[in-house]
C-alpha cells in the first residue's frame, strides 16, 4: 500500500516550470480562495448540514429514529433493490464491454450511444415509462390483472426502475479500460489452448477488476440513492414500497426533520464511503493502468 | 472523462479471433432492447393515442410553458455559474498546491454519490429563513429557498462535477511550453491564458457546459424540496410530469415527457460532437 501514498492521484505540476508561467501570487490567492469559497457554500456546508440537522435533537432521537420498524423496512427494501440490480447490470456491463471493447463491427458508435441513453433521460421520465407498461391503463395493465401479478407500486417496479437509472454505469467503467488493453493477452491465452470462459477468468477479469469495483461501487451509490424515478413506481406504501430516499420524502413532508435528516445520514454516509473506496481505487489504477479515463 | 470509448485501437488487426461475439453481442441487444428501447419507445407510441391537437394543447398549456422556462432558464443559469467556477476548480486543483487538495478533490465528486433526496432536503434546511445560510440572506430582502432562486441553487449543485471533471484532465494536458514560449515572446500573463490555455480548453468547458445543462434539466430530487413548487412560478417540467401521473392524466404526461426526451436527445447529440472536438483537439495536439 506504500505504493497507494505516494503516487499522485493527478500529475503534480512541474516544479521546474514555474516564473513565467505562474500567476501574481495575488492572483493565486484570489483563485484558490473562490474555488474553496465555491465548494464549501455549495458542498461542504450542505454536507455538514445534514449531520448537524440528524444530530440537532441529541443522539437518543436519532437512534430512535433510525430504529423505526418503517426505517428498517425502507433499509431492506433499499439493500434488496441493489442487491438485484448491481449483479445484473454487472453482467450487462461485462458482456456490452466485451463484445465493443474486444471486436469490429457496424453500428458500434450507435450501440455505445444507446447504452448512454438512460443517463440522459429524467429520472422522472425512467419511472413513467415503466408506468406506461405496467399500470393498470398500460400495455400490459390489463394481462398483468387477470393473472394477479402485481409490478407497479411493488418491489418489481422499484427494481426495474433502478435497473434502467443504474444501467450504464458498469459499461461505461469497462469500456474505455478494456479498450486500452488491447486483445494480445486474450489471444496469448487461445494460441496456448485456454477455453474461452477460461481466457476470459484468468486473463481478462484479473485485468479488469479494478475497473469492475468502480463502476460496481458508482451502480451501488446510485441504486441505492435513486429517488426520483423509483418516487413514480413505487406508490409510496410506508413499510412496503418505501426505500430510504423515499421514507427521507416522507419524514420530511410531515415536518418530522429530526427524523428524516437521521435517515438521510445514512445516505449521507453512503456517499462519504463511496468517494472514499472510489478515489481509493483510482490511486490503484493510475498505479497499474493509468487509461481508465482514457486521457492518455 | 470517457474520451476514449470511439476510439478504434489501431492495432486491432485480427478480427474476430476471441471467442464470445454472438454470445456478448446477444445478450446486450436483449438486455438494451428489453429494459431500454422498449419501455422508452412505450413514450413515443402512447402520445400517437393523442391527437395533434390535443398534443399540442398539453405541451403549450400556460402552466407548462412556466415550467419550460423555470427548467430550462434554472438549469442555464446553473450550469454557466458552474463553467465560471468549475473553471476556477479545475485550474486551482491542476496547478497549485494547497493542503487538503486531495480531500477536496476527492468530494468534488459528492453530487454525483449523494443521493438527490439527500441534497434537496440539506439544501432547503440552508436557506430557509432560519437556517444556517437563510437568515443572513433573509435581512438583505433576499429569498432562496422556496423560490425560482432556489431552483438555480438545486442546479447549481448538481451539476457541479461536470464542468470540473471534464477540464481537469484536458488541463494536465497542456504543454507548459507553450505557455513558456508565450512568455517568451512577450505576452502577459492574462493575454497568454486568453490566447493559449482558453482556447485549448474551449471545446472541454463547453462540454461540460452542456453535461451540466442536460442533467439539471431533467433533474428532479433536489429541486421539489427548495422549489416550493408553486404552479407558474416554482414548478419545474419533472415535478409538472409527476402532478399529472397523480391525476391519472397519463396522456398529458407523456404528451410532456415527449418534449422532454426530445430535448435530451439533441443535448446527447450537442455533448457527443462537443466531446468528439474535445479528442480530435487532444489528438492534434500530440501529433
Redesign the interface.
Known amino acids: 500500500m506504500t505504493a497507494v501514498a505516494t503516487v ?7 516544479p521546474a ?1 514555474g516564473g ?2 505562474l ?2 501570487a495575488l ?2 490567492v484570489l ?2 480562495g ?3 469559497a ?2 464549501t ?7 455538514v ?2 449531520f448537524a ?1 440528524a444530530l440537532k435533537k441529541g443522539w437518543s432521537v436519532y437512534l430512535d429514529a433510525l430504529s423505526e420498524p418503517d426505517a428498517w423496512s425502507a433499509i431492506r427494501l433499499t439493500l434488496l433493490t441493489a442487491a438485484i440490480a448491481v449483479p445484473l447490470n454487472l ?2 456491463g461485462v ?2 464491454a ?2 465493443i471493447a ?4 457496424r453500428g458500434k ?1 450507435l ?8 443517463f ?6 425512467s419511472g ?6 405496467f ?1 393498470a ?3 400490459f395493465g390489463p394481462w398483468l390483472r387477470e393473472h394477479d401479478v402485481q409490478i407497479l407500486f411493488a418491489v418489481p417496479g422499484i427494481v ?1 426502475a433502478t ?2 437509472v443504474t ?1 450504464p454505469f458498469v459499461a ?1 467503467e469497462l ?2 479500460l478494456m ?2 488493453q ?3 493477452e ?2 496469448a491465452a ?1 494460441v496456448l489452448g485456454a477455453s ?1 470462459w477460461k ?2 477468468w484468468h486473463v481478462t477479469l484479473p485485468n479488469i477488476k479494478w475497473g469492475l469495483l468502480y463502476g460496481v461501487i ?1 451502480c451501488n ?1 446510485r441504486a ?5 424515478a423509483v ?2 413506481v413505487s406508490g409510496h406504501i410506508r413499510g412496503e414500497t418505501n426505500t ?3 421514507q ?2 416522507i419524514l ?1 413532508n410531515e415536518y418530522n ?1 429530526a427524523a ?2 437521521a435517515v ?1 445520514s445514512l ?2 454516509l ?3 464511503v ?3 473506496l ?2 481509493l481505487i483510482e490511486w490503484r489504477l493510475h498505479d497499474g493502468a493509468p ?1 481508465l ?4 | 472523462m470517457h474520451a476514449a470509448i470511439a476510439k478504434s485501437n489501431p492495432r486491432r488487426t485480427a478480427l474476430r479471433v476471441l471467442p464470445g461475439f454472438g454470445l456478448s453481442l446477444g445478450f446486450t441487444l436483449l438486455y438494451l432492447t428489453l429494459l431500454v428501447l422498449i419501455p422508452l419507445s412505450a413514450v413515443f407510441l402512447k402520445t400517437f393515442t393523442m391527437s395533434w391537437e390535443a398534443f399540442w394543447a398539453t405541451v403549450t398549456s400556460p402552466r407548462v410553458i412556466a415550467s419550460y422556462q423555470l427548467s430550462f432558464g434554472a438549469s442555464l443559469l446553473g450550469a454557466l455559474l458552474n463553467v465560471v467556477f468549475g473553471f476556477m476548480v479545475a485550474w486551482v486543483l491542476v496547478r497549485y498546491r494547497f493542503p487538503g487538495k486531495k480531500i477536496i478533490d476527492a468530494l468534488v465528486d459528492l453530487p454525483f454519490a449523494l443521493p438527490t433526496a439527500v441534497a434537496g432536503i440539506a439544501l432547503t434546511a440552508l436557506y430557509s429563513p432560519n437556517g444556517w445560510l437563510g437568515r443572513f440572506l433573509e435581512p438583505l430582502g433576499i429569498k432562496v429557498a422556496f423560490t425560482p432562486l432556489g431552483v438555480v441553487v438545486a442546479l447549481t449543485f448538481i451539476g457541479l462535477p461536470f464542468v470540473v471533471r471534464t477540464v481537469q484532465p484536458v488541463l494536465e494536458d497542456v504543454e507548459r511550453e507553450l505557455e513558456e514560449a508565450a512568455a517568451c515572446l512577450g505576452a502577459t500573463r492574462l493575454q497568454t491564458f486568453l490566447r493559449v490555455v482558453l482556447p485549448t480548453v474551449l471545446p472541454a468547458l463547453l462540454t461540460g457546459f452542456a453535461l451540466a445543462f442536460a442533467r439539471a434539466t431533467g433533474e428532479y430530487g433536489s429541486v421539489i424540496f427548495i422549489a416550493g413548487n408553486m404552479p407558474m412560478v416554482s414548478e419545474i417540467t419533472p415535478l409538472f410530469i409527476v402532478t399529472k401521473l397523480e391525476q391519472y392524466d397519463y396522456a398529458g404526461a407523456t404528451a410532456i415527457a415527449v418534449v422532454m426526451l426530445l430535448v435530451s436527445f439533441v443535448l446527447l447529440l450537442t455533448i457527443n460532437l462537443l466531446q468528439a472536438w474535445t479528442r480530435n483537439r487532444g489528438l492534434a495536439r500530440k501529433a
Open positions: 499522485p492521484a493527478r500529475a503534480e505540476p512541474a516550470i513565467a508561467t500567476e501574481p492572483v493565486r483563485l484558490i473562490g474555488a474553496l465555491f465548494l457554500l455549495f458542498l461542504f456546508v450542505p454536507l448540514a445534514v440537522e453482467v450487462f458482456a456490452a466485451w463484445t474486444k471486436f469490429e463491427f458508435s450501440l455505445l450511444t444507446l447504452i448512454d441513453l438512460p440522459s433521460v429524467s429520472p422522472v421520465i413513467l415509462i415503466y408506468v406506461l407498461l399500470g391503463q398500460g400495455w426495474l435497473l434502467f444501467f461505461r469500456i474505455p479498450q486500452s488491447g486483445n494480445e486474450e489471444e487461445l474461452g481466457t476470459f458508482l451509490a441505492m440513492g435513486e429517488f426520483g418516487s413514480v430510504i430516499p423515499l427521507v420524502e420530511y426533520f428524516a435528516f438521510a445516505l449521507a453512503l456517499a462519504l463511496t468517494l472514499a472510489k478515489s487509461h479515463n482514457g486521457d492518455e
